[in-house]
């Protein structure tokens, strides 16, 4: 079985919103919403993610971006925006989407999500890691309060 089936049929199996799979074997999955499970998975196992397979439920610029900087071979999303697609389409990655979108909305649907917002101004990807920690420690400490 192909890499991005076995992490497609896990993503939905197991209601996940993020599964890496490289060589048959599970790299990272997680439960998580927003950017944060695909930041902590090219922060922790950058190394393991050249050639994988990703199954996310929704992919923007950022995460595009991400799964270039990683080397990602395929990319199976339901939902994608049109930034993501402008950077996928100047990559390698084999990429499979069910909804295209102009942008990823925010959480309360009121307007764009965040992290798409950060990435549009940006064209380096470490940059966009380096800005994604900053945004991601500023939720943490909020939450702490």
Request: proline share 2%; with cysteine; net charge neutral.
């Amino acid at each position: 079985m192909k890499d991005i089936t076995i992490a497609s049929e896990l993503l939905e199996k197991d209601n996940l919103t993020l599964v890496i799979v490289k060589n048959g074997k599970t790299v990272f999955l997680s439960r998580s919403k927003g950017i944060e499970p695909l930041y902590t998975a090219v922060m922790e196992h950058k190394s393991e993610l050249e050639g994988s397979s990703v199954a996310d439920r929704v992919t923007g610029k950022a995460a595009a971006m991400i799964c270039k900087y990683a080397e990602v071979k395929e990319l199976k999303t339901r939902l994608i925006s049109d930034n993501a697609i402008k950077v996928l389409k100047e990559t390698n990655i084999i990429y499979e989407y069910e909804i295209r979108t102009p942008f990823i909305k925010n959480r309360d649907k009121t307007g764009m999500c965040p992290i798409e917002t950060l990435s549009l101004d940006t064209k380096n990807s470490i940059e966009l890691l380096n800005n994604i920690e900053i945004f991601l420690d500023k939720i943490k400490n909020k939450e702490e309060k």
